[in-house]
């Protein structure tokens, strides 16, 4: 089976964390993630973050250490999501690939219909 690499942001802004709900018709509709997307043959995976985050939400953060990865098998195709702290510097609401944002306080990230290879990241922020 093929895997791609994906890389995602944990933006935090006052304690809370960014999630977004991924729009009808593309792959794992309805399931909320980590914002970030694929990364590109030799690309950087910060560049990486940086751009699909513009590309996305036009949203602006600083990024800052490297967080975790998390290795996830669904049925047709294995992801490596490759996680990196942030902080928001600048976001006023666009949406392109999501249909719905929210900035949920870590300890609920578990109550939100997360994309199964986000589920071990958001466990690892609480410490289970
Ligand atoms: N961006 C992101 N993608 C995730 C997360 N969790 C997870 O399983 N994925 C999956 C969904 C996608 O299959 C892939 C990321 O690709 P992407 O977000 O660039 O998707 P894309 O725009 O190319 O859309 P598509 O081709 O899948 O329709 O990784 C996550 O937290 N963030």
Redesign the pocket.
């Known amino acids: 089976m093929d895997t791609?690499k994906?890389?995602?942001g944990i933006i935090y802004q006052d304690g809370k964390v960014f999630i977004c709900r991924?729009r009808p018709?593309?792959?794992?509709e309805g399931?909320w993630?980590?914002?970030?997307?694929?990364v590109e043959s030799n690309e950087d995976e910060k560049d990486s973050l940086s751009r699909?985050l513009h590309e996305?939400l036009e949203m602006e953060v600083e990024i800052k250490d490297y967080y975790a990865t998390?290795n996830?098998s669904?049925e047709s195709?294995s992801?490596k999501?490759i996680?990196y702290h942030c902080e928001l510097i600048q976001y006023s609401s666009k949406l392109t690939?999501h249909d719905k944002f929210e900035w949920v306080s870590p300890e609920d990230l578990l109550d939100w219909k997360?994309?199964?290879?986000?589920i071990p990241?958001a466990k690892k922020l609480l410490n289970i």
């Open positions: 791609i994906v890389v995602c991924r018709g593309k792959h794992l399931y993630e980590f914002p970030g997307g694929k699909e996305e998390s996830y669904y195709i992801i999501l996680a690939d997360l994309a199964p290879a986000d990241l």
